[in-house]
């Protein structure tokens, strides 16, 4: 049975989503009210999800994810808000968030999404054997694992979706790795605000490989992007 981490602040529907689960999902539900509780809990036990409201007491989902970050790099994360803006669902993925659900919202949806989440973290499973988690890039050595690239200038530490994409791109070195493959491998959806989203961190990489001249992330039009190493 997998274990939910549910840090929700309103009463009624931290129990509505906890019964439903827990009976609909089949999953062990665990609820907290506020982000202070949450990061206590998580600190506790051992979740394979988790879902963090955004507008919280005591601590914020924003601020609790980004904690939680710092201790765990790879628990599936849903940032549930009220707020409909592109620069909250930005900064869910920023944060190291997978997925994002807009109150009110159908619960059928967020078992859908749970589901998604929790399936995908079984397929990449085996997959991280497979793939190499090393890679050379001009003067740089990225290290997936740790999410760190090295180099005489010292060391760059990445967060999990900014090593996430530039794996794929290593894999697919001088070749074009498509936009829609980006999205649907490390956000689980190629919609537009996951495409502004990887726009940014995107960005951060560059300025992280802007000291070797002969490494370049160029745009190609149309299609996606190709990290060039001569």
């Known amino acids: 049975m997998k274990t939910i981490l549910l840090v ?3 009463t009624n529907l931290g129990a509505l989503l906890q019964d439903y689960l827990q009976l609909k999902g089949k999953f062990h539900v665990v ?3 506020d982000g202070d509780a949450g990061l206590k809990e998580f600190t506790k036990g051992n979740f394979d999800l988790l879902i963090l409201d955004v507008m919280m007491p005591k601590k914020d989902g924003f601020t609790l994810g980004k ?3 710092k201790i765990n790099q790879h628990v ?3 940032f549930a808000t009220a707020k409909g803006m592109i620069e909250d ?3 869910a993925f920023n944060l190291g968030g997978d997925d994002y659900i807009t109150k009110p919202f159908r619960i059928e949806e967020l078992l859908l999404r749970i589901n998604a989440l929790l399936k995908r973290a079984a397929n990449d499973a085996p997959k991280a054997e497979e793939v190499p988690t090393h890679f050379k890039i001009g003067k740089y050595d990225f290290d ?3 999410q760190i690239i090295n180099s005489d200038g010292g060391q760059q530490k ?3 979706k900014e090593a996430a994409l530039l794996r794929l791109l290593c894999i697919h070195k001088n070749q074009v790795l498509t936009r829609e493959e980006a999205l649907l491998n490390i956000w689980n959806d190629d919609n537009y605000f996951n495409g502004r989203s990887m726009d940014v961190f995107l960005s951060k990489i560059r300025k992280y490989l802007k000291d070797d001249p002969h490494v370049e992330i160029i745009n190609v ?3 996606g992007y190709k990290l060039l190493v001569n």
């Open 8 to 10: 929700e602040d309103d």
């Open 31 to 33: 609820l907290c009210k």
């Open 67 to 69: 904690e939680i970050r």
């Open 76 to 78: 599936p994360i849903i």
């Open 89 to 91: 669902k930005t900064q």
């Open 144 to 146: 997936f694992t740790s």
């Open 158 to 160: 990445l967060s999990t």
């Open 221 to 223: 039009h149309g299609r």
